[in-house]
């Protein structure tokens, strides 16, 4: 009786090399993408945040629809910057008009910050005070902004909720991505 081998044949086992590195090279790849995903989630939500803008209250800069993206880390703000706050369990993003230590008054001339009338540029409405809104002048104190929007006949603002404090914003907005008639 012939005995039998128990040698695999030399194809056969090059065969099961290349399974086997084809399926480590698919898990690798895999094992890559989810560390990828991972990084990129721990980043857009601790250092960054994106927020679809779902009014016209800072119309012409942000539009209705527009996707900003915005930094978390850094509170200090100047005036001119646009921030996103929320009010009311919803979010917004409006323009700082002043910071700690200014006095923002609203006149017939529109906004005055310390005694100063403004001219703001992209602003193309008069700035007026709302009946049920805050008492004017205000003095805007340590740790907070005040912020308008930049549509302003009927922007929620802090002509309604007042000053704004700076642990109560989510951050700056570094970048627009317009999102409408693409």
Do not use: W
């Not at 910071?99 to 005055?112: I, K, N, Q």
């Amino acid at each position: 009786m012939p005995r039998k081998s128990n040698r695999v044949p030399v194809e056969d086992m090059r065969q099961v090399k290349r399974d086997t590195t084809l399926l480590q090279d698919i898990l690798y790849l895999l094992l890559k993408i989810t560390a990828i995903i991972g990084v990129l989630m721990l980043i857009f939500t601790f250092m960054f945040g994106i927020y679809r803008n779902r009014d016209a209250s800072m119309q012409p800069a942000v539009k209705e629809g527009d996707l900003t993206v915005f930094y978390r880390l850094d509170k200090s703000y100047n005036a001119g910057d646009c921030v996103v706050v929320e009010y009311e369990g919803k979010k917004q993003i409006r323009r700082i008009t002043a910071v700690a230590g200014d006095t923002v008054d609203l006149s017939e001339d529109g906004l005055v910050i310390n005694g100063e009338p403004q001219l703001e540029i992209g602003i193309y409405e008069d700035t007026n005070r709302y009946a049920a809104g805050i008492g004017f002048p205000v003095v805007v104190g340590e740790g907070e902004i005040f912020v308008l929007g930049d549509s302003r006949k009927d922007a929620t603002d802090s002509r309604i909720y007042g000053c704004v404090s700076v642990n109560d914003t989510l951050g700056k907005v570094i970048t627009i991505i317009r999102r409408r008639e693409i």
